[in-house]
């Protein structure tokens, strides 16, 4: 399984696409394993980065009831 970030050439991975890591956060709004998702390590950092920031701004949940 191929990363999904390197398979589309994206450098970065921005916060404010939260449709994008809604895709990479389990319904319990857990992120979720690269072995489930394929992703690389360096992309995973990226993507964990993000969504850390997505919910501080407010963007994503930090859990769901």
Known sequence: MQCF????????IDYKEVDLL???????AKII?????GTCAKH????????KRARFMGLLAFVKR
């Open 44 to 51: 995973q950092r990226m993507l964990a980065q993000a969504v």
């Open 22 to 28: 809604r895709r990479f956060v389990s319904g319990q």
């Open 5 to 12: 970030f390197c398979s589309q050439n994206k450098k970065n």
């Open 33 to 37: 394993d690269p072995r489930h998702t």
